[in-house]
């Protein structure tokens, strides 16, 4: 079983339930997780997901809906206004980070390398220490400036990997989805996982 480190920070867009079940499915993993989510990121955590789903409780959200096997695992919420937190420097011990969902403003930021907020600055840490860094953008349709944006995270050595679920694995429930959303996103930051049936031709 993988101990790991993993960086992931929840913004804006739609999808809040792939962030926690990625989530969910890197602490069953006994990953250590340090969790970023952007006050947007908290909005959506709540309109989607519901009363239960604030960042306060989200230790027991996740244990609520995914069982005790979320408790192998631990995260550290970090303010996305500390810029003084380790996740800012290229000598923290995380190798891996996912941004899940990632909304166009985040990914305009990311491309740019502006650096502002604690998410912005953990992403532009991954890539510079080429690391790996995962995007989970989620927008339709897009403009073609959001398109570029993408172009320029994946020239930077990026993941981009849209929050696009397929359904040849006939999906049953919005669970379904999400897990094959965090199967692939597992995949993308090095684990093993089944949390969708490989597709045997
Ligand atoms: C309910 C709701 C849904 C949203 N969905 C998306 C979305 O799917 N994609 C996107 O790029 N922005 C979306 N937005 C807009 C972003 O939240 C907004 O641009 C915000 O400034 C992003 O900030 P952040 O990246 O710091 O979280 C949504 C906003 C709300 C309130």
Known sequence: MDKRTVAVAITGASGALYAVRTLAALLERECHVEL????????????????????DKLADYLAARYGDGVKKGSFTLYSNRDLGAKLASGSQGCDAMAIVPCSMKTLAAVAHGLSRTLVERAADVMLKERRTLVIVPRETPMSLPQLRNMVLCAEAGAMILPAMPAFYQMPRTLDDLADFMAGKILGALGFTHRLYPSWEG
């Open 36 to 55: 970023i989510v952007t006050e947007y990121g908290r909005r959506l955590l709540h309109d989607e997901l519901g009363d239960g789903a604030t960042v």
